[in-house]
């Protein structure tokens, strides 16, 4: 089992910069993959960035690549989001999520998820 909660989500102006925090708790925690993905209103849950277990792997949707960057730290249990550039699409409410194996981009194949935090990008 993996607990996850997510933080530093907030109001920012487009262009600006926010960094998303996930502490997990678990025993095993270094042998999850991690991600990150959002929702925005009246739009389904999407994959956003993912961190392999072994190796530190990182997968982006192309929507992020170049401005985002997912990054752990398997000593402290914690898993970051750092986000550059935002734009007004980047609004959403943003999960943690980890699962056991590799990374999948599959909403459904991601078994733990923290509470979300919430992202707004003021044009």
């Known amino acids: 089992q993996v607990q996850l909660v997510e933080s530093g989500g907030g109001l920012v102006q487009a262009g600006g910069s926010l960094r998303l925090s996930c502490a997990a708790s678990g025993r095993t925690y270094s042998m999850y993959s991690m991600g990150w993905f959002r929702q925005a209103p009246g739009k389904e849950r999407a994959f956003v960035a993912a961190?392999?277990?072994?190796?530190?792997?990182?997968y982006y949707a192309d929507s992020v690549k170049g401005r985002f960057a997912i990054s752990r730290d398997n000593a402290k249990n914690m898993v970051y989001l750092q986000m550059n550039s935002l734009l007004p699409e980047d609004t959403a409410v943003y999960y943690c999520?980890?699962?056991?194996?590799?990374?999948?981009?599959?909403?459904?194949?991601?078994?733990?998820w923290g509470q979300g935090t919430q992202v707004t990008v003021s044009s």
């Open positions: 999520a980890a699962r056991v194996g590799s990374v999948t981009y599959e909403v459904p194949s991601w078994a733990y």
């Open positions: 961190i392999s277990w072994i190796g530190g792997s990182t």
